[in-house]
């Protein structure tokens, strides 16, 4: 089937407005991840989905980050109240997890830019 | 806390030379370790892992406890392999990926 999809593919905003972007993980993946790509920093964890529930928040930024996965499929990262340091790459990820290593397969990003 | 370095941000090496990637990690416990890569207008992708011992593309890494390094290494490039390659550790037990700032390989013809 498709791989993972993300939503919108580009999104500008102006600092101060909220976003909300969109994960579809692959269908039967149970393990869903947000990473963050900025400029010269490599790729950031964000937070971590087992289901619906998030066992590992530990990388959001600040509380003007949140994130929720309904239906154990997809999920929403939303930024309240964007700054300019939050422009980047925001990356989903989803795997099947189980007892064995496993891969994490990437989605193609959105690009956010505030302005 | 885990740490992943890949300390060159840009490399060039001619098609049919050797290619070295460097990755050195910090880190107390087991870790599990990869590469990915990300090609020109393609997502990311996993390239090898070191439990799988495997060569991918021509590519093979190895895993130095001692000196805390995962090279990723290609004993004649190929232009197809011009790329921006991640190093990542996983430890067991956890699900996130920790991932080094990347290399921009170009292999010049």
């Known amino acids: 089937g498709a791989g993972v999809s993300q939503s919108p593919s580009n999104k500008v905003t102006e600092k101060g407005k909220d976003v909300e972007l969109r994960c579809d993980p692959i269908s039967g993946h149970t393990a869903l991840y947000w990473y963050r790509q900025s400029l010269g920093q490599g790729l950031e964890f964000l937070i971590y989905f087992q289901g619906n529930s998030a066992p590992d928040k530990s990388g959001l930024p600040s509380d003007r980050f949140s994130a929720e996965r309904t239906g154990g499929s997809v999920s929403t990262l939303t930024i309240q109240r964007t700054q300019q340091e939050d422009s980047a790459v925001y990356l989903c990820a989803s795997s099947s997890s189980g007892l064995t290593s496993y891969e994490q397969y990437f989605g193609p990003g959105t690009r956010l830019t505030v302005t | 806390a885990q740490r992943v370095t890949q300390p060159e941000k840009l490399l060039s090496v001619f098609k049919g030379a050797p290619v070295e990637l460097k990755c050195n990690y910090s880190y107390s416990g087991s870790p599990e370790l990869f590469w990915y890569v990300q090609y020109s207008r393609q997502r990311l992708q996993l390239l090898l892992r070191?439990?799988s011992r495997e060569s991918i593309k021509g590519f093979t890494a190895d895993l130095n406890k001692g000196e805390t390094s995962f090279h990723l290494k290609k004993p004649f490039a190929q232009e197809e392999d011009s790329a921006m390659y991640y190093c990542?550790?996983?430890?067991?037990?956890?699900?996130?990926?920790?991932f080094g700032t990347g290399t921009r390989l170009t292999i010049i013809p």
């Open positions: 990542a550790l996983r430890d067991f037990g956890n699900e996130k990926l920790t």
């Open positions: 070191h439990i």
